[in-house]
């Protein structure tokens, strides 16, 4: 049975919710291998809205078991609320929802030196969510962090709790003038928080090797994007974790050898939400306008988002970095309007052509973007049921992104609701999920 990646090809909120949404009924199991609460994936199911910052998006299929993997941070709080507003809409968690062991906590110090080191950075700020999620990986990779494993050890915790507390206490009083915390009070609602999730908790790495032996389908939901990998990204103004897809082995325990395909999200255009360079960034009557007609607002933080053109230069990155077989192409409809729509096919710097995205920070910084216009459609696409019905211009549109970016699409969503989707013709997907075509046609 085929395990396949889901990610983000460009800053982030490209749709994977509803795309990972459309492919869990072919899946037995989704689970999420990198970033924490920062995350916001929306679904829409009929009249109904999820917003899923922790939780992968399969938990809304009965029957679809959902892991939190070892390369995820959490906020057992923020993870709680999650769980308990699924329950009282009638979801199922028990039996469904398995939480790694060895994800790493976010403490209630990471959220807090997040906002001061932000604050004490000014105009070079990241942009960050204000989560904690940068400070709980450092503390990971600077090997302090504590687990879920810890939180069900009591004796454990606090010890771990007593040492993090005495250092992150000096770093926000003397470094940033901020409040302090005090192990009591940590430890008493953390504790609360272990009560409840203690069911959950087990070696999921197991459990996904268990389960792919015996003949499950996995799906590994990428969190943020390709942009915004520790590695890849554009550095420093990423996030902290592997979004990639190399990030699915490491961030679950499943090897490399075990995934037998990668699927990347892109937006018809491009969004980003923080700082950090954005080569085909619009701004004026555009940017507003594709910021309406996208509602493009952070789900998570609800800050406008930066907008601008495809750029295929991102597009072919993600493609390389990823080794993405297919691109399911979102948001298309947002363009209905426009009389032209322009595509990013290279940079220009200092007088040279790059195709290939630049490593080098002040290249990117610096980058003019070569476009292509093509006429817009003027037309809705929104309700088109297969590609034949959507104006020949858009149809267009997508093939050339296609050419540019250099793997076929798989599928185009038009609009937020499930059946708002257009299955391509010899969609790549139909290889590992050969039901698709009847129940996404
Ligand atoms: P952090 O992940 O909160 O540390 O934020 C680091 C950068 O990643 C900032 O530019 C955020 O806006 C961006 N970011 C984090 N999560 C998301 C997301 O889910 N969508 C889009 N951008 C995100």
Redesign the pocket.
């Known amino acids: 049975m085929p395990n396949i990646v889901v990610v983000g090809t460009q ?3 490209e749709g994977k919710g509803k795309v990972v949404d459309l492919l869990a009924p072919h899946v037995n199991v989704v689970a999420r291998f990198a ?1 924490g609460n ?3 994936h929306t679904v829409v199911a009929g009249r109904e809205k999820y917003v899923l910052h922790t939780i992968p998006s399969g938990i809304l299929h009965p029957g679809c078991r959902c892991v939190i993997g070892c390369g995820v941070v959490v906020d057992p709080g923020s993870l709680i609320e999650e769980m308990e507003a699924l329950v009282r809409r009638g979801v199922q968690l028990d039996g469904n929802l398995f939480i790694s062991k060895n994800a790493h906590l976010i403490m209630p110090y990471h959220p807090a030196l ?1 906002l001061a080191s932000e604050a004490k950075l000014g105009d070079r700020r ?6 904690g ?2 400070p709980a990986y450092v503390d990971k990779a600077g090997r302090v962090g504590i687990r879920m494993a810890d939180l069900l050890n009591e004796r454990l915790f606090r010890e771990k709790l007593e040492r993090n507390v005495a250092q992150k206490n000096r770093v926000l009083r003397e470094i940033y003038d901020a409040e302090t915390f005090t192990v009591e009070e940590i430890l008493d609602k953390y504790l609360r928080y272990a009560g409840w999730l203690a069911p959950y908790i087990t070696d999921t790495a197991l459990l996904l090797s268990r389960w792919i032996d015996s003949g499950y389908s996995v799906m590994f939901e990428g ?2 994007a390709t942009m ?1 990998d520790i590695d890849h990204g554009t550095y420093p ?4 974790s592997s979004t990639t897809a190399g990030g699915a082995s490491t961030g679950t325990g499943v090897p490399p050898t075990k995934i037998h395909g990668v699927v990347g999200v892109s937006k018809a255009y491009t969004t980003r ?4 360079p954005f080569p085909t960034e619009l701004s004026g009557t555009l940017a507003d306008l594709l910021l309406a007609r996208g509602h493009e607002y ?1 789900a ?1 933080t609800g800050r406008p988002r930066r907008c601008g053109w495809f750029d295929a230069v991102v597009g072919r990155y993600a493609v390389r970095i990823n080794g993405l077989d297919t691109v399911a192409l979102t948001k298309l409809d947002v363009l209905d309007t426009l009389e032209t729509v322009k595509v990013c096919t290279a940079y220009l710097h200092r007088g040279e052509i790059l195709t290939e995205f630049p490593e080098d920070e002040t290249v990117v910084a610096e980058a003019q973007p070569v476009y292509e216009e093509l006429e817009g459609w003027r037309a809705p696409t929104v309700g088109a049921r297969n590609e034949a019905d959507l104006p020949a211009k858009a149809r267009r549109y997508i093939e050339r992104l296609e050419e540019l970016v250099g793997v076929p699409f798989c599928l185009i969503s038009t609009g937020a609701q499930r059946e708002e989707t257009i299955l391509c013709e010899d969609s790549p997907l139909l290889r590992w999920f050969p039901s698709a075509r009847s129940s996404l046609l």
């Open positions: 800053w982030g909120d970033g920062n995350a916001g997040d990241i942009g960050t969510t204000g989560k999620v940068g969190a943020q915004l103004y990423i996030t902290s939400v923080g700082g950090g952070g998570t």
